[in-house]
């Protein structure tokens, strides 16, 4: 199978969007409905940018806020865990508490309005992966919002029942998109493997019961004989897991989030 596609930032707009007194660099790209790609840790890699270039090339206008990392820089174990050290202490992300509210879920919130009224559709979209798989889903109580996708949601680390079993959003940003989906229709979308431990499947299962049939979930097999060879670790499901020659479940989830961005962003007629 072909390897996992991979970007880098050429032809990509930095800028400096400032919210609630958080800043960060932004790189955009695209043209069409919006789409805020928050990237896993340790940051924007190849990888990341991939993926990015993938929802360019598909006809939408996507921002990628540089959270944490060197921008570019190639995955590896040294990198990641000297990334994970200071995310991890950082009060921005709050990566331990529980129920929590996070002063990033407010910096996408501003980020999802300010890209919202520069690009056509209805809101727009926000995809968070790993580390901020659940960022995604705090976004979405922004009515800016119309279709929130948390990949393998893995925050707060599942190192007891009580943090396997969160949500990663707070009652109150819950509550909000529980009724923004029986008010307005919102849908969620949610991928994981299934032996994935770090997006722990009683997450998933605290948001069917809290959304019922507004929460979509795409299971990828990465048991023992799984028939596309996954390792039991497999965990990126957007961006390192993914094979395009011939095309793997990856690549199929893939293809479904660009299908679910289009169903809920493009404009009605």
Do not use: K
Not at 42 to 69: C, K, M, N, R, Y
Not at 216 to 224: A, K, M, Q, R
């Amino acid at each position: 199978m072909s390897a996992a596609p991979v970007g880098t930032l050429e032809g990509w707009a930095p800028r400096v969007f400032t919210a609630d007194g958080i800043e960060h660099l932004c790189h955009e790209r695209g043209e069409g409905p919006g789409v805020v790609l928050v990237p896993e840790a340790p940051g924007i890699t190849p990888q990341v940018l991939g993926l990015a270039d993938h929802l360019v090339d598909e006809g939408f206008t996507v921002v990628v806020p540089s959270l944490f990392g060197r921008d570019g820089e190639e995955l590896s174990a040294g990198y990641a865990i000297n990334s994970l050290t200071r995310i991890c202490i950082s009060r921005e992300f709050r990566a331990f508490a529980r129920h929590a509210d996070r002063p990033v879920a407010v910096y996408l919130r501003a980020l999802s309005r300010d890209l919202a009224a520069r690009t056509p559709g209805r809101g727009v979209g926000v995809i968070g992966m790993c580390f901020t798989g659940g960022f995604a889903l705090a976004a979405a109580a922004d009515d800016s919002v119309s279709a929130p996708v948390l990949s393998q949601p893995s925050v707060p680390f599942p190192i007891s029942r009580a943090r396997r079993s969160d949500p990663g959003v707070s009652q109150t940003e819950l509550e909000r998109v529980r009724q923004r989906a029986e008010s307005d229709g919102l849908c969620v979308l949610g991928l994981r493997f299934s032996r994935d431990r770090a997006a722990a499947p009683e997450r998933f299962e605290t948001l069917r019961r809290s959304l019922g049939d507004a929460f979509e979930v795409i299971e990828l097999d990465s048991g023992d004989d799984n028939p596309d060879g996954y390792r039991s670790s497999a965990h990126s499901v957007l961006t390192g897991e993914v094979r395009t020659d011939p095309p793997n479940s990856a690549s199929r989830a893939r293809d479904r989030v660009v299908a679910f961005l289009r169903e809920r962003l493009t404009p009605e007629g």
